[in-house]
């Protein structure tokens, strides 16, 4: 069965009788000595009157409702409004839980000087006991803590109002009621002096100075031994100055410790080689940034500054005439700026002063001048064998070029290696309708037959055997160019014959890019 037990009468009067003998209370009790017992006590009895009179009048409807106060919120404000003031009395709780704990500390620091931590950990310990043990099992325990507690407050009543105290007075300053009945003992000044000595003789701490200069300060109120007093919290001034100093210097100390340890490793970082080509880069020490970009590894923007270095060098050899070396420098810069362009603008220049068998740079590769129209246009082919491709992939496919793989992935793929710059300058052959192939344009292609007859004497040898586009007389063979320059139908599948692909220059087309071409 649910066991269904509350606390008796008796047992709610021993915790709200605990309650109002506890430390936080006696301590706020002191705070109204400067008053006077007169104006302390109206100011009480005021002050109880304003803060208890919502709580009374919520008390009045529990009492008549038979609820608690978080059930009669939740008559007003519904469930969900409820929360929100449960939430608020939890807050509450924990800060005033927190004070009790902090004033109980101070308390029994005061009696067993072990640190006011150790005894905030020890109370809120003994704290979740009592709720682990719940209030209901605490009846007997309780009734002798009160008792206890009863028979403590009779004794410091004794303490301020039986003994020898008529030398004390309450002062406005900010003086705790405890700190005046521990001087109002008898020579307690006396001791409150020599603790203080002590304290500041053993004084570690700023706490401990900070100790002595508050005892010091209450034996001046009592002006007992004033000028020692004073000499005595200069001394701890002068120790609290000396700790802030040797403080002060550690931390600089471990500041400068970190500084030079982050330094160190910040040395052997790919971002101190990467900070270092940005100063040459500001410098324009472009190939010394260039290197110090490379042993960066890419760190960060270093790749794309390093480019834009092989840019500015570009720009360089092409103001004296260096079109080679600007043509190398434009391509490592890639897209940056106009690079693509200038260096289209370049090769274009290259391609327009060369004759057939002269080898000029276009795109990624070199390649051989084959052929030069009288209407400027260009025939070149690579100067060496390229990739190795399949013609088709299959036995049974076509030996037809306009259907073949190797056709598709040459203006498709291949396309990709190029600038749109350089793209402008290369004739489109013509666009094909096939029953494998959608309509595409052909910028690359193998020669014919006929075409490698033409101009073999000006072809370079391969290393491998090389695709035309011309069927050999088998249906299922093309024609390839053999190293030795001879002739040779191979199986469409053959995996071991390369691409050597050739293309049309016009060299009446601009290498500049329309805004809508670029779309």
């Not at 034996?219 to 802030?244: P, T, V």
């Not at 550690?250 to 400068?256: A, D, E, F, L, N």
Request: charged content about 25%; hydrophobic content about 40%; some cysteine.
């Amino acid at each position: 069965m649910e066991n269904t037990r509350g606390t008796s009468l008796f047992e709610n009067g021993l915790i709200w009788f605990g309650a109002g003998l506890s430390i936080a209370e006696i301590l706020t009790g002191t705070a109204f000595a400067p008053l006077g017992f007169g104006k302390g006590i109206l100011a009480v009895i005021i002050g109880h009157i304003i803060g208890c009179l919502m709580l009374f009048c919520a008390g009045v409807i529990g009492g008549k409702e038979r609820k608690s106060a978080m059930d009669t919120v939740t008559m007003s404000f519904g469930t969900d409004g409820s929360k929100f003031f449960a939430f608020l009395n939890v807050l509450q709780l924990v800060g005033w839980t927190s004070i009790m704990i902090y004033d109980g500390a101070l308390a029994a620091n005061g009696i067993f000087n072990t640190g006011n931590w150790v005894w905030c950990l020890v109370i809120g310990a003994l704290i979740i006991l009592w709720i682990v043990i719940g209030i209901t099992n605490l009846g007997k325990i309780n009734t002798v803590a009160m008792g206890a507690l009863f028979i403590l407050t009779i004794i410091m009543c004794k303490v301020i109002f039986f003994s020898d105290a008529s030398g004390v007075k309450v002062s406005g300053d900010s003086m705790s009621f405890g700190a005046a009945v521990e001087l109002a003992v008898k020579d307690g000044t006396v001791k409150v002096f020599n603790n203080a000595v002590l304290t500041l003789k053993e004084a570690k701490t700023k706490s401990d100075y900070a100790d002595a200069i508050e005892n010091f300060k209450r034996c001046k109120k009592f002006k007992y031994n004033m000028e020692k007093c004073d000499k005595y919290i200069a001394e701890c001034n002068q120790g609290i100055a000396k700790l802030e100093t040797k403080a002060a210097y550690k931390r600089r100390g471990i500041v400068v410790a970190v500084f030079v340890l982050l330094f160190i490793v910040f040395l052997k970082t790919p971002a101190f080689p990467m900070v270092k080509g940005m100063y040459h880069q500001s410098q324009g020490k472009y190939k010394l940034a260039i290197a110090n970009y490379k042993e960066s590894n890419g760190f960060l923007v270093a790749s794309g500054n390093m480019k834009k270095c092989y840019y500015h060098i570009g720009l360089k050899k092409e103001e004296k005439g260096k079109l080679k070396s600007a043509l190398i420098n434009y391509k490592k810069a890639e897209t940056k700026y106009d690079a693509q362009a200038r260096a289209a603008k370049i090769e274009k220049t290259f391609i327009t002063e060369a004759k057939p068998g002269d080898v000029v740079i276009f795109g990624t590769a070199n390649w051989v001048i084959l052929d030069r129209k009288s209407d400027e246009k260009v025939l070149m082919m690579k100067e060496k064998v390229g990739k190795k491709k399949r013609f088709s992939m299959e036995e049974s496919e076509s030996n037809d070029w306009y259907e073949s793989k190797a056709r598709r992935w040459l203006n498709t793929k291949q396309l990709k290696k190029y600038s749109d710059n350089e793209m402008a300058l290369i004739v489109v052959q013509n666009y094909v309708q096939s029953a494998q192939d959608s309509s595409f344009p052909e910028y690359f292609f193998e020669l014919s037959k006929a075409e490698y007859e033409k101009y073999k004497d000006l072809i370079p040898a391969g290393e491998n055997a090389y695709w035309l586009k011309e069927p050999a007389q088998n249906s299922n063979e093309i024609l390839c160019v053999q190293p030795d320059g001879t002739l040779k139908g191979e199986d469409v599948s053959n995996g071991e014959i390369q691409l050597r692909q050739a293309c049309w220059i016009d060299l009446n087309k601009s290498t500049e890019i329309s805004a809508d071409a670029k779309k």
